[in-house]
Each structure stands twice: as C-alpha cells, then as structure tokens.
C-alpha cells in the first residue's frame, strides 16, 4: 500500500464567521477521493458538508465494487439522491477527486473544482476548469445563474441529485510504474497554485515533503492574511475550506 497523508483545515462562512468544514476525505486501501461540499440556493436544503459526508460515505462503499470510475460516482450520486429524496436544481452538491490504483494501473477522476496532479517523469494535472472559467467570465455572480448552469451542457457538472452528471466527468488512467506520487486538492488548497501563485505542483510536493502537508495549508493561508479585504484576490471568503491527500507510490523512503 503506498504511503497517504492526509491534511484538513476549515476555513469561514460567507458571513466571516467560523464554522465546520465542508470538505470530505475518504481514504481506503486502494483509493482516496475528496469532496468539497456546496450548500444549495434553496434555504430549507441541508448544508453541502451534509451532502459531501453522506456522497463520501456512499462512495467509500461503491469503491469497494466494480466498475470504472464513472460508474461507480453514478451509483454513489444516485444512493444518495434517491435515500435523501434530493431534487436535481435545488440540492446541496460537491466536487470529486478519485484516485484508484492497483498493482498496475492508476486510475483517475475529478467532477469540479478539485484537481488531481500526478508526479513521475512529467507532472500531469487533472483539472474541470469549467466552473472556473464560467466564474471568471462573469457568469456566476448571483444564484439564479449558478442554480441555472449548474448541471447543464453550456455550463459546469457536479455530484448533485442528477446521477448523468458523473458521465462528464475527467478521467485519466496510467501505469503506475513510473508514479512518484499523486495528490488530491479542494479550492481551498490549490488557489494557493491557480490564483495566488504561491508555488508550482511540483514546489507543493517539495514543500510537503520537506515540512509537512501543513505547510502547504499554512502558506496559503498566509496569503489570505495579507489581503484580508480580498482586494489583491478577489474571492467569496477570506479563508475556503482546505484538504489536501499526498500519495506517495514511489516517494522518499519508498522502493
């Protein structure tokens, strides 16, 4: 079994105030995935932490069957839908990240905004950039915009109460010869590579590696403390969630 660390933190309500995190991570075996809840527009809906815990238990459970990857996000979406009485439109939701492997292969999945990024011989990042093109383009400023592109063909996909949504999202599967080491992110964490250009990938793993996957959360949050008006990076909230899982299938002390 490769070595898995796993590093979490909360970060703010959009009223500034603390509260528990909505991010998930499930850590198996033979997978890890993380989950970064939504809370839905619909004010009598439970939180997206509750929809992402129940996704990520359903999905701890499905990992443990057969299928590919899509498949088995199709199956956990529809548990969870269909136990909860969720409507497609007006539910809490969450993004994926899936990393499976055996002997062999590893196989690869994100739905939204929580990239995957593979180290060997090159550095190879799975990322959905759909949700954040939409948001740069201005398109997600109020939530009749989001409820409207949310799960549909012109704007982004992610795990809600419509199981097709897991037919659009990214895969990659590769040997797992050659693989260094793999990690998975929230919004929380890899803003710290997107948006505020505090490090590369590959800088992030050597800063994990030397110091910690703390280091990594700290330094972002560093960062969000230098601008705590958000006029430097304009964002939603002065601190989003944060997890972050480091997969090391071939890293230091490791054949």
């Given at each position: 079994?490769?070595?898995?660390?796993?590093?979490?933190?909360?970060?703010?309500?959009?009223?500034?105030?603390?509260?528990?995190?909505?991010d998930?991570?499930?850590?198996l075996?033979?997978?890890?995935?993380?989950?970064?809840?939504?809370?839905?527009?619909?004010?009598?809906?439970?939180?997206?932490?509750?929809?992402?815990e129940?996704?990520?238990?359903?999905?701890?459970?499905?990992?443990?069957?057969?299928?590919?990857?899509?498949?088995?996000?199709?199956?956990?979406?529809?548990?969870?839908?269909?136990?909860?009485?969720?409507?497609?439109?007006?539910?809490?939701?969450?993004?994926?990240?899936?990393?499976?492997?055996?002997?062999?292969?590893?196989?690869?999945?994100?739905?939204?905004?929580?990239?995957?990024?593979?180290f060997?011989?090159?550095?190879?990042l799975?990322?959905?950039?759909?949700?954040?093109i939409?948001?740069?383009?201005?398109?997600?400023?109020?939530?009749?915009?989001?409820?409207?592109?949310?799960?549909?063909?012109?704007?982004?996909?992610?795990?809600?109460?419509?199981?097709?949504?897991?037919?659009?999202?990214l895969?990659?599967?590769?040997?797992?010869?050659?693989?260094?080491?793999?990690?998975?992110?929230?919004?929380?964490?890899?803003?710290?590579?997107?948006?505020?250009?505090?490090?590369?990938?590959?800088?992030?793993?050597?800063?994990?590696?030397?110091?910690?996957?703390?280091?990594?959360?700290?330094?972002?949050?560093?960062?969000?403390?230098?601008?705590?008006?958000?006029?430097r990076?304009?964002?939603?909230k002065?601190?989003?969630?944060?997890?972050?899982?480091?997969?090391?299938?071939?890293?230091?002390?490791?054949?």
């Open positions: 079994m490769p070595g898995i660390q796993v590093a979490e933190r909360a970060g703010v309500g959009l009223d500034g105030h603390p509260r528990p995190s909505e998930r991570v499930v850590v075996d033979h997978a890890v995935a993380v989950l970064d809840g939504a809370t839905s527009s619909d004010p009598t809906q439970p939180s997206g932490g509750w929809y992402a129940r996704l990520a238990s359903r999905l701890a459970h499905e990992l443990t069957g057969d299928g590919d990857l899509p498949a088995v996000l199709r199956r956990a979406i529809a548990g969870v839908a269909n136990a909860e009485g969720l409507r497609p439109g007006l539910s809490p939701s969450s993004t994926v990240a899936i990393v499976r492997w055996t002997a062999e292969r590893v196989d690869s999945l994100v739905l939204a905004d929580s990239p995957i990024v593979a060997g011989q090159t550095v190879d799975l990322a959905d950039d759909r949700l954040v939409l948001r740069r383009g201005g398109r997600l400023r109020t939530r009749q915009a989001v409820r409207s592109l949310r799960n549909h063909p012109d704007g982004f996909w992610v795990a809600e109460a419509d199981p097709g949504a897991a037919a659009h999202a895969t990659s599967s590769r040997p797992r010869a050659g693989l260094d080491a793999v990690i998975l992110a929230t919004d929380g964490v890899s803003c710290g590579v997107d948006d505020y250009g505090l490090f590369t990938w590959t800088e992030a793993l050597h800063l994990a590696r030397a110091k910690g996957l703390n280091a990594v959360l700290d330094a972002v949050r560093a960062a969000e403390d230098s601008d705590p008006d958000a006029r990076w304009p964002r939603a002065r601190h989003d969630d944060q997890a972050i899982v480091l997969v090391e299938f071939a890293g230091p002390g490791r054949p």
